[in-house]
């Protein structure tokens, strides 16, 4: 032989080459196995209580995943919770935007933590996937079933079955700078009850010309909160922006168009920044005092710091004395590939009971996922927070199948809309019932 | 020991009987197990994976469901109808284009300059260089922070030092984000390609610019007529890994932009991202990358085919 060596090393560089060729641009690349997700309910269920508190507490650790936007409230729980059981509970933040694909990606390789909290709007498309394990007896089981907030619940209901639960509520209401109302000569303890008055606040504050300062935010590349914020004025009204199915939407209506109207009419008023906010900062420039009145989610109203005089008013529909809000938020459940599922009952049912419901997220102004706990010390001592559970009664949560892809979605057919109508052709645009069959089309799937 | 590994082809009166027989076989059967290693990983990280979004690609497959049975040509009728395709490819190839002409032109020039010798030498290249220790979601989440109209330095920065009176919209107008996000990479990769054409020209014998000089000419002559055809090589490698990787741009579109505003900087890659994971359709997904590789292919030939001039020289 002449030189193995030689012949040896060019064979592990030739090999080298062929692994390290790897693109540059390294996408986060998804498995192309093909996915063997079990049909819903095939794994055990967890065994209903016996005992003082449901499920197993034995020191098993789960894994968890959640959504960045809930994170306060979902770590406070975590760490109570880990705190008083021998059960812990390792919980992964997941940013908004990369849910669907964090989920998706791991359903198709069977990766998926034990436990999921996600948007309340993913339920549905993931539920009927059989992501979950079946859970209804398990909640038929608990003394409180009936005063759990239902929306997340039928979200999370496939064929008679139920796979979810409310783990954080978040409603959307508006809030408002009390000392920019002063300011400005608007009275600070009057919010405005409709979405004129809102859009008239905010030009009001407007006017006074502060730098840095606006009269209002809107996340122009923000999609998902543009239906957290903008549908409640139209069902405040009593419109719909889907059918019941979820499979056809009706954003064209004269209803919705008088909504566009007046929210084009408030992009002279934002930061010339918003237009390509995606989410990520939406309420940091009213957390920093900057902004007038906006729109902002309940559950992190303790994230406004104390140097901001704030009031709350629940989002108004066109007419005076109107109301409504979107039930949102994040529902959980136990995966079906969950090798701990009685644990995480246990984990579950704890985040329901009274001690986590008030001293936990009721202290930290969220929002009780129980009614029956809606009104508690912590919530009468701060009427900002009895406002927010108050208008819970009246919102919605809209259910669809293709929910995030026609709405959530960057790409999607509904930013294409917003996005016309704040600043293309506007609420008159001729493109509007083209656009809203464009996410018909996306809603009725394929 | 003198024996030769390639084989003159075994005539019969040499074939002498068992002994020598079994002596090619088992040369032959050496060669095979050197080789094996490398074809096996072809085979499974390359070939198996080709074949199965193929398979993918002719299959009605969705993200959470899986293997819903064949649908051709489905799939691939799908993507030429939707609104995004042709967008994306006119985006894709403008953006090749630009951000090629950026690097190999900025590469070329910081290697000379390195080149031409000098005190700061050795900082300069580290300098250059140092940009491509990130990678390229850091890069680009590093500048998705520096744009940031919240939180970015920059525009509080120039207006203090009264450059500027309004604050600069980096990536808010299709243009300026097409722009902003080229110069994002052409800060991580100049380097790159700066290396790659400085080993080209420290190869370059200093003997030919001498007699080019003595024989009379400029500055501007040796650079046209010996410098560049003597980087044939280089500029050719440059010129691949530059389009190839330029087609496939993804991390910092997704980062930056999202594919706006209004979908204007959406890549075949983000395409493809958003069949797969918005959509939750992996077979168009599949499809899109289908028509990809055959782009690249088409590309990728006729580089080659073109820049092959260079064997006739050495």
Known sequence: ?446 | MGVEWSSAPASRSARQGGWWTTRRRSRQLMGLLYVAPTVIFVAVFFIAPLVLVANMSASHWTLLGGNKGLNLPDNYSAIQESSLFWPAVVFTIEYTVLATVMLIGLGLGLALLIQSGGVWKGFLRTAFLLPSAMGLASASLLFYGLYSNQIGPINPILETMRVTTSPIQFLEEPLSALWWTTFLIVWRFAGFYMLILLVGLQAIPRDVYESASIDGANRWDSFRFITIPLLRRSLALSLILCITGSMLAFDQFYILTQGGPDNSTVTIVELIYHYAFQSQNLGTAAALSVVLLGILLILNAIQFLSLRGAEEFR
């Not at chain 1, 090999?15 to 997700?37: I, N, Q, R, Y």
């Not at chain 1, 009927?128 to 999370?156: E, R, W």
């Open chain 1, 1 to 446: 032989m002449r030189n193995p060596f030689r012949t040896s090393a060019l064979a592990a560089i030739a090999l080298v080459a062929v692994v390290g060729c790897a693109s540059t641009t390294a996408t986060p690349a998804p498995p192309t196995a093909p996915p063997a997700t079990p049909p819903p309910g095939q794994t055990a269920t967890p065994a209903p209580s016996t005992a003082a508190e449901p499920g197993v507490d034995d020191g098993t650790r789960i894994t968890a995943w959640t959504r960045a936007s809930t994170q306060s409230q979902a770590q406070m729980l975590v760490a109570a919770y880990n705190a008083t059981h021998k059960n812990q509970v390792d919980m992964q933040i997941v940013p908004n935007d990369n849910m669907q694909t964090k989920v998706g990606a791991a359903a198709a390789a069977g990766s998926l933590p034990d436990i999921i909290s996600g948007d309340v709007v993913f339920m549905p498309n993931w539920a009927s996937q059989g992501l979950f394990t079946d859970i209804t007896a398990n909640i038929a089981a608990l003394p409180y079933a009936s005063t759990l907030v239902q929306g997340p619940i039928k979200a999370s209901t496939v064929g008679g079955k139920q796979y979810g639960l409310p783990f954080i509520m978040d409603l959307s209401v508006w809030v408002y700078n009390k000392d920019l109302f002063t300011k400005a000569g608007l009275d600070p303890n009057k919010p405005p009850t409709t979405l004129a008055e809102y859009a008239a606040d905010a030009d009001a504050i407007q006017k006074l010309n502060i730098k840095d300062t606006y009269g209002t935010e809107i996340p122009g590349q923000c999609f998902g909160c543009e239906v957290f914020t903008w549908w409640p004025t139209i069902w405040a009204d009593g419109g719909q922006v889907m059918n019941a199915e979820g499979t056809a939407a009706t954003l064209n209506t004269d209803e919705a168009k008088k909504v566009y109207a007046i929210y084009q009419s408030l992009v002279k008023d934002t930061a010339p920044g918003d237009k390509s906010e995606a989410g990520a900062t939406w309420v940091a420039g009213f957390q920093s005092g900057k902004v007038g009145i906006q729109p902002y989610p309940g559950s992190i109203l303790n994230a406004i710091p104390a140097s901001v005089n704030y009031g709350v008013a629940p989002i108004a529909g066109l007419t005076a004395g109107t109301q409504s809000t979107f039930i949102g938020g994040d529902a959980i459940g136990i995966t079906s590939n969950s090798k701990h599922a009685d644990q995480a009952w246990n984990f579950l049912a704890w985040t329901m009971s009274d001690y986590a419901q008030t001293e936990i997220v009721a202290k930290n102004l969220g929002i009780p996922v129980r009614s029956d706990l809606a009104n508690n010390k912590y919530s009468a001592a701060d009427p900002r927070v009895v406002i927010v559970n108050q208008v819970a009664a009246k919102g919605q949560t809209p259910l669809a199948k293709n929910f995030g892809a026609a709405f959530n979605d960057p790409a999607g057919p509904w930013g294409v809309l917003t996005r016309d109508v704040l600043y293309g052709g506007g609420a008159t645009s001729s493109k509007l019932d083209a656009e809203n069959a464009a996410i018909t089309k996306v809603l009725a799937g394929s």
